[in-house]
């Protein structure tokens, strides 16, 4: 990994970038207008993490790490995890991945679940090197009518 990259928890501050680096991952765009108050909820769950190069946000990761009733240990889930393009295969998605395995252990989960397309094999090849395993299947269901 290149000297200059920092890895760390995203701030309100950080909205702007996260806002930026969303839409390009997931083709959807939250203004930060609208992401600066979700960093102070109190019932949010998920920890957004962003890394930079040399002062310029190049990708971002969030961990969702939830109690439940029925289990003693809370549940984590990456459940973003994007790189651009340009600064892919110098080893930001794997600290991206590490600060997230950090941030869950130090909340108590013991172990980390994520999520990826079947056919995304550089993704697939990076999880299984990290020592991730398939595990189950993931089923899903709208529950109303389509997002614009």
């Known amino acids: 990994m290149p000297d200059d ?4 928890v ?3 501050k950080d909205a702007p970038e996260l806002a930026r680096l969303n839409a390009a991952f997931n083709d959807v765009y939250e203004p930060p207008e609208a992401l600066i108050p979700r960093f102070a ?4 769950v998920e920890t957004p993490l962003i890394a930079m190069v040399g002062g310029r946000a190049v990708g971002f990761a969030a961990v969702r790490v939830v109690h439940s009733l029925f289990y003693a240990h809370p549940h984590a889930e990456l ?4 790189v651009e393009p340009a600064f892919r295969r110098q080893g930001i998605a794997r600290g991206l991945i590490a600060l997230a395995e950090r941030v869950a252990a130090e909340r108590g989960a013991r172990t980390l679940t994520l999520l990826t397309g079947a ?3 550089p993704a697939r090849a990076l999880y299984s090197a990290l020592g991730y395993a398939d595990d189950d299947i993931s089923l899903t269901k709208a529950l109303g009518p389509p997002e614009d």
Do not use: S
């Open 79 to 82: 459940t973003e995890l994007y």
């Open 119 to 121: 056919d995304n094999q």
């Open 5 to 8: 990259i920092v890895i760390r």
């Open 41 to 44: 909820d109190p019932q949010r």
């Open 10 to 12: 995203a701030n309100e």
